[in-house]
């Protein structure tokens, strides 16, 4: 929205300023130009009246009359000056000028004519020295008109990216954070809405929480006195019978818990938590944590970071993903290992691949490597689901970008290197995971 704003504004001011600028360096060139050309007239018309009143006197008139009356004043160019008298003779003063020049006329009434040329190079520099002063003009109001546009439109679209902030986190689960009213009405009567949902929305999540913890005792006490009773009943009782209904019911039992704690355990999940994470920080931790075993598989793993922004996300979550990423690339993968996180170019996120040399996935099972259960070198089958799930509840997306060699892409939600972390996240802090400020 930024560089649409900043680019129609000024393109509106473009067309204004060359509109009115490229009018005005003519009309300022032809200025020049006909002062000059009036300056020398006035001089030639001086000329011609001084000679019409010595002829009226019957007084002769000589050259060094002539050179007098056009002798030039102040910072005016000597002219070259030819009279013509009745009868065709003809008086010249002067030095006649280099081409191009300025020339003027002037024949009175008794049949005297007067001409007058000097050197133009003086008046196209005069000419040349206003063009270049309106085209300076111009520039520098284009200048100021991109500063003023790019403020303008930073001023606009600030609010809007801290109201989609606001908007990601409470669609997160995160609904502390809020935005300072931006001065747009229509702006701030959103934003307005967008806390009184999430007020709504954390007194629906903290009694979910409380029906959880009730349900949670609720449910867990009898089971766990039922367990107890079935267990009770097969430590007494010697007929076969009794003992395999026991045991089916036992394993109910067992089965109807583990459905309630994972029913809770995804309660829980469910609330995020979002801050505002320093991928060099995480990138920083899981090379503590990864290094020696890759060192003692003789194979290498390298961090970069060429995005250098802030992400929205939930670092446990975020750390754990990548873990599981690495650990795949480690386990199945071959050479070097790169952990990579760029930006996505004009779209508002980071990029994080995680790729390695080794043989890659084959084309029939590359859309079932984050099936649940599913895998292709005899493992549990759950990490990359689970990888993938993880990504999902933070708002994130996982992909499998590339087969050979394998690219897993990991897209993030980023801050704007120029908006203000405490402003998009006021109340959050600015999540460090790592102990040391390596940089890649």
């Known amino acids: 929205m930024r560089r649409k704003a900043t680019r129609m504004i000024m393109t509106a001011v473009s067309v204004a300023i060359v509109m009115l600028g490229v009018p005005a360096a003519v009309l300022g060139g032809v200025w020049v130009w006909n002062t000059q050309v009036s300056a020398l007239d006035t001089r030639a018309l001086t000329v011609s009246r001084a000679v019409e009143r010595r002829l009226g006197e019957d007084r002769f008139v000589t050259q060094s009359l002539v050179t007098a009356w056009s002798r030039p004043i102040g910072r005016e160019e000597p002219a070259y000056t030819v009279v013509v008298l009745p009868g065709r003779y003809k008086i010249v003063s002067g030095e006649e000028p280099s081409r191009p020049v300025l020339s003027v006329s002037h024949t009175t009434a008794e049949g005297v ?144 818990t583990e459905v309630v704690n994972e029913l809770l355990s995804s309660s829980k999940r469910s ?59 480690l386990k199945y993968g071959a050479g070097t290992t790169t952990v990579k996180a760029r930006s996505a170019g004009r779209s508002r996120a980071i990029l994080i691949d995680v790729s390695d040399e080794g043989e890659g996935i084959e084309a029939e099972i590359a859309e079932e490597v984050f099936d649940q259960g599913f895998s292709g070198h005899g493992s549990s089958g759950i990490g990359l689901a689970l990888a993938k799930d993880l990504a999902q509840s933070m708002g994130a997306r996982l992909e499998l970008t590339q087969r050979k060699p394998p690219i897993f892409t990991l897209s993030l939600s980023a801050i704007p290197v120029n908006f203000d972390p405490n402003v998009v996240m006021p109340r959050a802090p600015i999540v460090s995971v790592g102990r040391r400020t390596r940089r890649f």
Do not use: C
């Open 113 to 256: 004519k007067v001409s007058m040329e000097i050197s133009a190079a003086r008046t196209l520099r005069y000419v040349l020295y206003v063009e270049l002063a309106l085209v300076g003009g111009i520039l520098s109001s284009l200048g100021l008109a991109y500063y003023l546009a790019s403020t303008m439109s930073r001023r606009l679209s600030a609010p809007l990216i801290y109201l989609a902030a606001q908007a990601e986190q409470i669609g997160s689960g995160q609904v502390r954070a809020q935005v300072k009213p931006s001065g747009i009405e229509e702006i701030d009567l959103v934003q307005e809405e967008l806390v009184r949902t999430g007020e709504k929305m954390a007194r629906r999540l903290a009694a979910e929480r409380q029906r959880a913890a009730d349900a949670s005792h609720q449910l867990r006490t009898p089971l766990t006195a039922l367990s107890m009773r079935l267990e009770e009943i097969q430590l007494y009782s010697n007929e076969e019978e009794i003992q395999q209904e026991a045991d089916a019911a036992l394993g109910q039992v067992e089965r109807l």
């Open 271 to 329: 609330h995020g938590d979002t801050e505002v994470v320093q991928v060099l920080e995480v990138f920083n931790t899981e090379l503590e944590e990864w290094e020696e075993q890759f060192k003692s598989a003789d194979r290498k793993l390298v961090f970069t970071d060429e995005a250098a922004q802030l992400v929205l996300a939930e670092e446990g979550k975020l750390t754990q993903i990548l873990a599981i990423l690495i650990e795949n690339s």
